[in-house]
Nanobody, 124 residues
Framework: QVQLVESGGGLVQAGGSLKLSCKAS????????MGWFRQAPGKEREFVAY????????IYEDSVKGRFTISRDNVKNTVYLQMNSLKPEDTAVYYC?????????????????WGQGTQVAVSS
């Protein structure tokens, strides 16, 4: 069955960096665009970053532009999220998700598969 497994979360001080990884199995990885989303306590899940199937196109939520970088390795079936200059408001559970559709989508409810999430906590 399809599995998306995130790793790399943790506790970091403001201004620090973390790199999240999401390893996919059970699907043809390069058929899927990938997204990162996050959910803070008491808030709805929100879009963070998107990368197309080939890795040539990326989209970011405004608050993370210039600080976060999404990338993928279609040989390793893995998508990454490099997070720099972290802020306390970045604290959330981060999820990776896979979507088969060819047109760009940033809507969580249109994604086909989800990981279990990894916690990121940024202290001030």
């Amino acid at each position: 069955q399809v599995q998306l497994v995130e790793s790399g979360g943790g506790l970091v001080q403001a201004g620090g960096s973390l790199k999240l990884s999401c390893k996919a199995s059970g699907l043809t990885f390069n058929w899927y665009a990938m997204g990162w989303f996050r959910q803070a306590p008491g808030k709805e899940r929100e879009f963070v970053a998107y990368i197309n199937r080939g890795g040539s196109s990326t989209i970011y939520e405004d608050s993370v532009k210039g600080r976060f970088t999404i990338s993928r390795d279609n040989v390793k079936n893995t998508v990454y999220l490099q997070m720099n200059s972290l802020k306390p408001e970045d604290t959330a559970v981060y999820y990776c998700a896979a979507v088969l559709r060819t047109s760009v989508t940033l809507r969580a409810n249109e994604y086909d598969y989800w990981g279990q999430g990894t916690q990121v906590a940024v202290s001030s």
